[in-house]
């Protein structure tokens, strides 16, 4: 017990040496303070301002120290603590006078001042609101301590309350104001030429930098105005409307109600006020697109006529091209006539088309040389929809075609669908281009067999199949004297429609008139001579190494077995 006393007896006197130790340092801080008032008489300008801070940062340290000194009072330094606080009290009352002037007079140089002069302005009469806002928190921490020191005044913080009050009201409207004014000044910059925009610039970068000045010291008020019981929901809400910063203070349920309400109310008021005009020019945005839509179908029709006229020789695919594209146009044109009637700035819109075209240019560079293909093949017309055509390795009729791609349909019934470029770069074989074609045959016969009979039949099958044209003159000639036969050509001439039907036709036929007339149609045929070596009468010596190797051999396959 008695070492527990002692311990606290060391303590104790531990504690009054610190405690002293802050009353030396409060009374040296003084003094400093005194000395820097006093020098203050002498000075003026830029000397003043200087002895001004050092004024504020003893200030500082003098209130740090208060801090620790009312956190540790006893009855023996309160009354000392009561009178250091109420020095600060009217400190702090000084300040606000002193503050409140320095403002005013900034804000008749800033509103006197040219664009470019405020803009350097704002920036000093931000640093003085900075310390009225400090000095607003320095009074608050000063009541405070005298709460804790059981001297609270309460005339005194009803006064500060409604300075508060009128200060935060004060500030949102100033808020609003200039933030209704940026927003004014940016819809401007959106569709004003370029002589305005460097006004328009300068003064949207002002009110911008008013409206961040504004929210800022709004904050700060917030802060003291909570610590006070003020009200500050709408001033929350205000402050997110504007800078849209989630904080802790927004989740709170009546700055969520606030804010909620707010929108419902800005959101009935714009539909009574905008209801009428914006259902207008959403029915004038409907009949435009639907006016546009026949003008596209009766553009097309119109396209069709003239393009299939027939001293024009446009190919069936060119024909496709124009009405499609005519139709595209008018669609087109259309919808940003429709757009622009509901306030869209076209001038925008059309500047990014042009450079999305330039970037999807670079991005789709095979595509765009598919696009420069589909125009070859619109120029020189190497084929048309509905021709048989050998084009990229692909055989088959052509049933479509696009600037950038081209569908073939295959004599088995598969869609091909191939690249312009493949086409355009590759041979193009065009089997249907022509109205007439000529059937390439070759027929031979043996040599036992007579040329003028199998000649004579041949004529006989050309000339009485009803396909077969007689102008220009079926070709009928002995081509080649073979290994085996006797080769004719038979090269009639038919419409491209009856191709395939008269070369099966008429070799159906020479088959069954020259079995009929006994004209033989020989095939490839070898004849083999087999000749047998004679056996020698005296047997030869063995080769010792063939007979080992002929060993080796019925061994392994002496296993197998």
Do not use: C
Request: charged share 25%; hydrophobic share 40%.
């Amino acid at each position: 017990m008695r070492h527990f006393i002692w311990i606290l007896l060391f303590f104790s006197s531990l504690s009054f040496a610190s405690e002293a130790q802050d009353l030396s340092h409060l009374e040296k801080i003084n003094a400093e303070i005194a000395r820097l008032k006093t020098e203050s008489n002498s000075f003026s300008g830029s000397e003043l301002a200087i002895i001004r801070v050092q004024q504020v940062e003893k200030n500082n340290e003098l209130r740090s120290v208060l801090s620790q000194l009312i956190q540790e009072h006893d009855k023996t330094t309160k009354e000392l603590l009561i009178s250091e606080v109420n020095n600060q009290i009217g400190y702090a009352e000084r300040s606000f006078a002193y503050l409140d002037k320095e403002l005013k007079s900034k804000q008749a140089q800033l509103d006197k001042a040219d664009i470019e002069h405020k803009l350097a302005l704002q920036n000093t009469l931000k640093e003085t609101r900075d310390y009225y806002y400090l000095s607003l928190s320095d009074q608050l921490e000063n009541y405070q301590w005298l709460a804790d020191l059981g001297e609270s005044n309460e005339a005194q913080i009803d006064a500060f309350k409604l300075l508060i009050d009128q200060k935060i009201k004060f500030l949102s409207a100033s808020l609003s104001f200039d933030a209704s004014r940026e927003q004014r000044l940016s819809d401007q910059l959106q569709h004003s030429s370029e002589s305005e925009k460097s006004s328009l610039t300068l003064d949207h970068l002002f009110f911008e930098r008013k409206v961040f000045n504004s929210t800022s010291g709004l904050e700060k008020l917030i802060s003291i105005a909570d610590q006070l019981d003020i009200n500050t929901t709408d001033y929350k809400r205000q402050l997110f409307s504007t800078t849209g910063n989630l904080t802790e203070d927004i989740l709170k349920f009546p700055v969520i109600a606030a804010i909620l309400s707010n929108w419902i109310s800005s959101g009935s008021n714009w539909l009574l006020k905008h209801a009428p005009d914006q259902l207008l020019k959403f029915l004038v945005f409907i009949l435009i697109l639907f006016a546009t839509r026949l003008i596209a179908r009766l553009t097309s029709r119109v396209v069709l006529k003239a393009v299939v006229q027939p001293h024009l020789r446009m190919s069936k695919l060119m024909q496709d091209f124009f009405v499609s594209m005519s139709s595209k146009l008018i669609y087109f044109i259309g919808i940003l006539i429709a757009f622009s009637k509901i306030g869209l700035d076209l001038a925008p819109v059309l500047t990014g088309f042009g450079v999305a075209g330039i970037i999807i240019g670079f991005a789709l560079q095979d595509t765009l040389s598919n696009f420069a293909s589909g125009m070859m093949l619109l120029i020189y017309r190497p084929f048309d929809v509905g021709d048989l055509v050998e084009a990229g390795s692909v055989s088959g009729k052509v049933s479509h075609m696009s600037l950038v791609n081209t569908t073939i349909k295959t004599f088995d019934n598969q869609i091909i669908i191939l690249p312009n470029s493949m086409i355009w770069g590759d041979v193009i074989k065009n089997v249907t281009h022509e109205r007439v074609r000529r059937v390439d045959m070759v027929f031979g016969i043996g040599y036992e067999d007579s040329i003028e009979h199998a000649e004579k039949i041949l004529a006989e099958i050309v000339d009485a199949h009803p396909a077969a044209l007689k102008k220009p003159e079926p070709n009928i000639r002995v081509h080649t004297l073979g290994a085996s036969s006797v080769d004719f050509i038979v090269r009639p001439w038919v419409k491209t429609d009856d191709y395939w039907d008269v070369y099966w036709d008429i070799t159906r036929e020479v088959k069954l008139r020259f079995d009929k007339e006994g004209i033989s149609i020989p095939f490839a045929q070898q004849d083999v001579h087999v000749h047998f070596a004679k056996k020698d009468k005296k047997p030869k010596k063995p080769n010792p190494i063939t007979e080992k190797i002929g060993n080796v051999i019925d061994s392994v396959r002496s296993k197998d077995s």
